[in-house]
């Protein structure tokens, strides 16, 4: 059973930064594609990023593309959401989540999930 464990959230400033860092706990999890989800109070969880099990794919919401980089470390199971001029908007519980499936920008494509982390955001 694959379990991941978010870290790094927290409070920032609008225009600041904030990096999240993932920690997979299965020896397998390098053959995963691992992903971030945000889901803001009273909102539906929605696709921030993903990157595939080698890490030579990314993909990215447009309200996050630019501002955000998703990255990978197989060697340590982890994977990093580096997050930059972060915005009030931004602010919601983080998730990661793992998938076997080449491709997943979608919440029911991912089969493992962290429990998430809290970012807020103050203009």
């Known amino acids: 059973q694959l379990q991941l464990d978010e870290s790094g959230g927290g409070l920032a400033q609008a225009g600041g930064s904030l990096t999240l860092s993932c920690a997979a706990s299965?020896?397998?999890?390098?053959?995963?594609?691992l992903g971030w989800f945000r889901q803001a109070p009273g909102q539906e969880r929605e696709f921030v990023a993903a990157i595939s099990w080698s890490g030579g794919s990314t993909w990215y919401s447009k309200s996050v593309k630019g501002r955000f980089t998703i990255s990978k470390d197989n060697a340590a199971d982890t994977v990093y959401l580096q997050m930059n001029n972060l915005k009030p908007e931004d602010t919601a519980v983080y998730y990661c989540?793992?998938?076997?499936?080449?491709?997943?920008?979608?919440?029911?494509?991912?089969?493992?999930w962290g429990r998430g982390t809290q970012v807020t955001v103050s203009s």
């Open positions: 299965a020896r397998t999890a390098y053959r995963y594609g």
């Open positions: 989540a793992a998938t076997k499936d080449p491709v997943a920008t979608e919440v029911g494509d991912y089969e493992h």
